[in-house]
Structures are given as structure tokens and as C-alpha cells.
């Protein structure tokens, strides 16, 4: 069974920059998306942004022209570039995996923390 594990998060003051990593176990192009959610105190997790096996990438209106994300198929890793972070943008993040079949795969998550 792949794992993801995140790295990468920390704190930050506003208008800064950090950027996540997600290593997989095994070969990501098994998963038909990747993507990365989050989720902060009192919320639902929600969608971060996703990255589909072509390269196909898709954004939540609150980070569009902010945040990338990227993959690297031989290091089976999946990125997200976070740059002009707001306090709002505080929260776990977690890396997903998603195949047609069966259940979606998570990470542990990472902590960020934006300080105004």
C-alpha cells in the first residue's frame, strides 16, 4: 500500500512564502489525481488544489495565482508553492491520492501557520 507523507510546513508572517512536499512509497502514476486539501480549526477540509496524471492541474478560487502545484513523476513526489499567504490560509494541508477504484489515500498532513 503507498504511503504520502508531507513536509514542509511551519510558520510563517503573512505575505511570506513556503512550500509542501508530498513523498509517495510508491509510483504516483497509479493515482489518476493527486492534490492537496486542507483543513483548519472549526472547518471541513477542503480542496486545496489537484493535479491529475497529465498534468492537468485545478485551483480553489481562494489560492488561484497564488499557489501551485506540480508533480515529479520519477521522484513520486507532488508539490504545492504556496507564495502570499494570508492568515486565512492557515491550516493542516494533507496530500491526497485518488484512483477511479477504491479509496483515496492521505497523508498525515503538516501544520501551517500564517501570523499576521
Known amino acids: 500500500q503507498v504511503q504520502l507523507v508531507e513536509s514542509g510546513g511551519g510558520l510563517v508572517q503573512a505575505g511570506g512564502s513556503l512550500g509542501l512536499s508530498c513523498a509517495a512509497s510508491g509510483n504516483i502514476l497509479t493515482f489518476n489525481r493527486m492534490g492537496w486539501y486542507r483543513q483548519a480549526p472549526g472547518n471541513e477540509r477542503e480542496l486545496v488544489a489537484t493535479i491529475t496524471r497529465g498534468g492537468n492541474t485545478n485551483y480553489a478560487d481562494s489560492v488561484k495565482g497564488r499557489f501551485t502545484i506540480s508533480r515529479d513523476n520519477a521522484k513520486n513526489t507532488v508539490y504545492l508553492q504556496m507564495n502570499s499567504l494570508e492568515p486565512e490560509d492557515t491550516a493542516i494541508y494533507y496530500c491526497?491520492?485518488?484512483?477511479?477504484?477504491?479509496?483515496?489515500?492521505w497523508g498525515q498532513g503538516t501544520q501551517v501557520t500564517v501570523s499576521s
Open positions: 491526497n491520492g485518488h484512483k477511479l477504484i477504491g479509496p483515496d489515500y
